[in-house]
Each structure stands twice: as structure tokens, then as C-alpha cells.
């Protein structure tokens, strides 16, 4: 079965760190958790008009939370995610704003 681009990407992760590695061509995004690099690579060049040098991939683990109220009795479980990092080629490079 093969997923459009959209549906493989999902979002873009912004965090401080992310922010600071897309000064040196490296963006890290949210996708699917069966996507493969070669379709992460693809969709992020169909998405964005962009040539791509490498793509790594990881998936968080889910953490142990304890609940919405303070010290709450039911313990919970974030849900594992899996996300990108994306390196373009030299000179290229992703405009999430356009007035950024």
C-alpha cells in the first residue's frame, strides 16, 4: 500500500534543538511509524522542492506519566512516536514561514 506524501510526513518538530540543527541543513520531522527512508526521503522532496542527502530515523519509546492531576493514583503512558532527521544537500533549504 503506498501513502501520499502528506500521510507521511505528519509535522514538522519544533524544539530547541531541531531549531538550532536547521541552521546546518538538518530538519527533523514527525512520520508515519511504517515509513520507510527512501518514502521519508521522496515525500520530503515532493513536499518541499528539495534535493536530499540522508535520512535517519528513530522512535521514541513511550515514557510513564503520572496522570493530569497532581500525584494522581492512575499512572499513564505517553505514545511512542517515530521522527526524522532529514539532511539536505548543500544550499538547499526548507521555508516553513515565509516571512522567516
Do not use: C
Request: no cysteine.
Amino acid at each position: 500500500m503506498s501513502r501520499s506524501a502528506h500521510e507521511t510526513v505528519l509535522r514538522p518538530v519544533i524544539s530547541e534543538k531541531s531549531i538550532l540543527q536547521s541552521q546546518v541543513g538538518k530538519y527533523t520531522f514527525a512520520v508515519h511509524n511504517d515509513a520507510s527512508k527512501i518514502e521519508i526521503a521522496a515525500a520530503i522532496a515532493t513536499l518541499f522542492s528539495v534535493k536530499v542527502a540522508e535520512v535517519n530515523v528513530l522512535t521514541t519509546k513511550a515514557k510513564l506519566t503520572r496522570g493530569t492531576l497532581a500525584r494522581s493514583p492512575f499512572p499513564g503512558k505517553t505514545t511512542p512516536w517515530r521522527k526524522a532527521v532529514v539532511t539536505l544537500a548543500p544550499g538547499e533549504k526548507i521555508q516553513f514561514f515565509e516571512g522567516v
